[in-house]
């Protein structure tokens, strides 16, 4: 399997632009997680999903931010507008309950560094 | 939730073990012990997992002290590619959704020749 794919892998906007960041979970996987990672409050959870619905966004920072998740292999984490405190790196990680679900083991993807000018 | 305390920072020479604190002083009878670790530029990734036992895996052994309050990774003959930041994570067990990790600063390790 290839693992977690992130896209893009690198970003580099403006203020103000629109900033889509997409993400292939592990085939089978039914857990799908979006993690923010900043030096100043490290890496945080901002939304996670199970079969494709929202669990909980109570980490998402505002109204700016949305998280999509039309079907089992694909998702997107969109900022609109952005601005430079969202300057970050952004990972997807994904799991499944099946098979050893009190191991809760999550698998990340390689993060998109995101840079709001 | 319970929170947990590692040191920020450790050393290491390669081939030697190392031993990776974290305090965990108001763990719940049902909270498991997690440690996950980010390589640089990478991802966190999954190390090992514990709840009362100790645990051993390909990647390191998990040592629990008795009353649950704290643990210990151990990394038995560091190496190079071992030098990442260790995170140690309490989460609940599973109740049909998946346990949130709360991920803290973690105990960065250096690991030199």
């Known amino acids: 399997d290839a693992g977690v794919i992130q896209s893009p892998r690198h970003e580099v906007t403006e203020m103000g632009q629109e900033v889509t960041l997409r993400c292939k979970p592990i085939s089978g996987h039914d857990y799908l997680f979006w993690y923010r990672q900043t030096m100043m409050r490290g890496l945080e959870l901002l939304i996670y999903f199970n079969n494709n619905v929202p669990i909980d966004d109570s980490g998402m920072p505002e109204d700016r931010f949305s998280a999509k998740m039309p079907n089992a292999s694909f998702s997107t984490l969109k900022i609109q507008p952005s601005e430079p405190r969202d300057s970050a790196v952004y990972f997807c990680?994904?799991?499944?309950?099946?098979?050893?679900?009190?191991?809760?083991?999550?698998?990340f993807g390689p993060g998109t560094r995101l840079t709001v000018l | 939730d319970a929170k947990t305390t590692q040191p920020n920072s450790m050393e290491s020479n390669e081939e030697e073990p190392v031993h990776l604190p974290c305090n965990h002083s108001t763990i719940s009878g049902t909270d498991y012990i997690h440690w996950y670790r980010q390589l640089p530029s990478q991802g966190p990734e999954y190390v090992i997992h514990?709840?009362?036992s100790n645990v051993n895996n390909r990647m390191a052994s998990l040592a629990i002290a008795e009353d649950r309050k704290s643990s210990t990774l151990i990394l038995h003959r560091a190496t190079l590619r071992d030098a990442a930041v260790y995170y140690c994570?309490?989460?609940?067990?599973?109740?049909?959704?998946?346990?949130?990790?709360?991920f803290g600063t973690g105990t960065r390790l250096q690991v030199t020749l």
């Open positions: 994570i309490l989460t609940l067990p599973y109740t049909g959704t998946a346990s949130k990790l709360t």
């Open positions: 514990g709840l009362t």
């Open positions: 990680a994904s799991s499944q309950t099946s098979g050893g679900a009190e191991k809760n083991e999550q698998f």
